[in-house]
């Protein structure tokens, strides 16, 4: 089954205690991104990535780094969380969007994290 | 001034209403429109796209692009309790990858 998956879920922590969100997709695309969705701002990007060793920044980077060491997998770290990112995190990938289809990002189930 | 905007509702209405969900935009080099249907503690997942301007229809669902009024919709007719969910607008320009998203709007159908 086509998929991405992300772990953990849900995740509590305390402020400045680095965490990693894995994320892997099985549909070897080459486009990788991470969102975080707030209450009336909708999803916005955090860092993508075209390739392998390839990223960079998206709309909301600061506070986040990520890697791309193999098509598969795009962790999102946070090296010293802080209470305000705390949010809905999604991971998604995609094809090259071309310019008759392939519109689709899939998205994983979301990352529910709460600093404290 | 957000790049797209988009109601957030909520928006109730009873079972088998037509239901009108709207976006505007400033970017007059978007060419890709899509409706993503998200429902609860769920990612998001295409449900229509649309290329430049124009409609097109699956099933209950019509997607509408208006590109000289900057403005996008999707109608749901017949509506069903199943269709409760939110449903982000997402554009992109012609070469790009980045989709850009609208806030979301949250609609519930009542049975």
């Known amino acids: 089954e086509a998929q991405v998956t992300q772990n953990p879920r849900y995740l509590i922590t305390v402020t400045g205690k680095k965490l990693t969100v894995t994320c892997s997709q099985n549909m070897n695309h080459e486009y990788m991104s991470w969102y975080r969705q707030d209450p009336g701002l909708g999803l916005r990007q955090i860092y993508y990535s075209m390739n392998v060793e390839v990223t960079d920044k998206g709309d909301v980077p600061e506070g986040y780094k990520v890697s791309r060491k193999e098509k598969r997998n795009f962790p999102l770290i946070l090296e010293s969380p802080s209470p305000n990112q705390t949010s809905l995190y999604f991971c998604?990938?995609?094809?090259?969007?071309?310019?008759?289809?392939?519109?689709?990002?899939?998205f994983g189930p979301g990352t529910r994290l709460t600093v404290t | 001034q957000k790049e797209v905007e988009q109601d957030p509702g909520p928006l109730s209405v009873p079972e088998g209403a037509i239901v009108s969900l709207n976006c505007t935009y400033s970017n007059s080099a978007f060419q890709y429109f899509m409706w993503y249907r998200q429902y609860s503690r769920k990612g998001p997942e295409l449900l229509m796209y649309?290329?430049?301007?124009g409609n097109k229809e699956d099933g209950r669902f019509t997607a509408q692009v208006d590109k000289s009024s900057k403005y996008i919709s999707l109608f749901i007719r017949d509506s069903q309790p199943s269709d409760s969910a939110t449903y982000l607008c997402a554009m992109r320009t012609q070469g790009a990858q980045k989709l850009v998203f609208g806030q979301g709007t949250r609609l519930t159908i009542n049975p």
């Open positions: 649309t290329y430049s301007s």
């Open positions: 998604a990938s995609s094809g090259e969007l071309g310019d008759r289809g392939n519109n689709e990002q899939y």
